[in-house]
């Protein structure tokens, strides 16, 4: 049985690398008791696969993983009790959201991802409260900064990698971008200003949304604020969200 899972990773674990979240699943997977699979040959693991990582720091709203169960095992299985199991399993900043069957054709996790939503927060007072929320910017000043940034014909940022700088032109690469404040993401409010994009993500056209930030300042005469980056949900290039793949198992 092919499995989809969606979870969150927020608060402290957003500065928790991939390779430690795969082994805390891989844990969690044993503590629960499911009948996962595991691969073949001198070393076996875990049959797991994950879509994009993370950046170090940036909280995720809509993550997903990609499993397989014994098929012989999971007789009475459900969706809401698989979710009650591995949460019980977790620990604070991580929880499933969905658990998923997949059936048909598909690509796993990973291949799928061609879009991805982001909220930049300006509001890091940890303030949940609207009415009390004070900034140094008009909400006018917010609106205009991905204004200002679209109006260009093109946005050529500086990409850098280990050994090398390369400029590169960010602007096909943002589908989306506009202010907005308030609002609400898998049951989980967040006040004040932001700025919402959907950019390119995987494993061609991967935008890291730390150079639309970039880009805001020089382009977009944002000044050097600080803000939270948060991930919202996962989409195919067509737009899909990688959770409608999958079906509750009732």
């Given amino acids: ?3 989809r899972i969606k979870f969150s990773k927020t608060g402290h674990m957003r500065f928790v690398g991939h390779l430690d979240i795969m ?21 076996p693991h875990q049959i797991m696969s994950f879509a994009a990582p993370l950046g170090l720091g940036i ?15 999971c007789a009475g299985l459900k969706s809401d009790e698989a979710v009650k199991i591995l949460n019980e399993n977790m620990c604070e900043g991580m929880e499933v959201l969905s658990f998923r069957q997949l059936k048909g054709p598909k690509k796993n996790a990973m291949s799928s991802v061609g879009l991805a939503d982001y909220i930049l927060l300006f509001n890091l007072s940890g303030i949940n409260d609207e009415d009390n929320i004070q900034s140094n910017f008009s ?6 900064y991905p204004e200002l940034l679209m109006s260009n014909e093109s946005l050529l ?3 850098k990698s280990k050994d090398k700088v390369k400029v590169l032109d960010i602007m096909p690469f943002i589908r989306h971008i506009e202010y907005t404040r308030n609002t609400v993401v898998n049951k989980k409010s967040f006040y004040g200003d932001m700025i919402f994009m959907n950019i390119t993500q995987g494993s061609t056209d991967n935008l890291k949304p730390e150079l639309v930030l970039q880009a ?3 382009y977009g005469s944002m000044p050097d604020i600080n803000c939270s980056i948060i991930r919202t949900e ?3 290039e067509g737009h899909r969200s990688l959770e409608d793949y999958g079906e509750d198992i009732t």
Avoid at 23 to 43: A, D, T, W
Avoid at 59 to 73: F, R, S
Avoid at 139 to 144: Q, S
């Fill in 234 to 236: 996962l989409y195919d």
């Fill in 139 to 144: 909400e006018n000043d917010f609106r205009k």
């Fill in 59 to 73: 909280e995720g709203l809509g993550e997903y993983m990609d499993i397989e169960l014994y098929d012989e095992a």
């Fill in 23 to 43: 082994r805390f699943f891989q844990k969690v997977m044993r503590k629960s008791n499911l009948p996962i699979k595991y691969s073949e040959g001198f070393s």
């Fill in 216 to 218: 805001l300042k020089k």
């Fill in 157 to 159: 940022i500086e990409k």
């Fill in 1 to 3: 049985m092919d499995i």
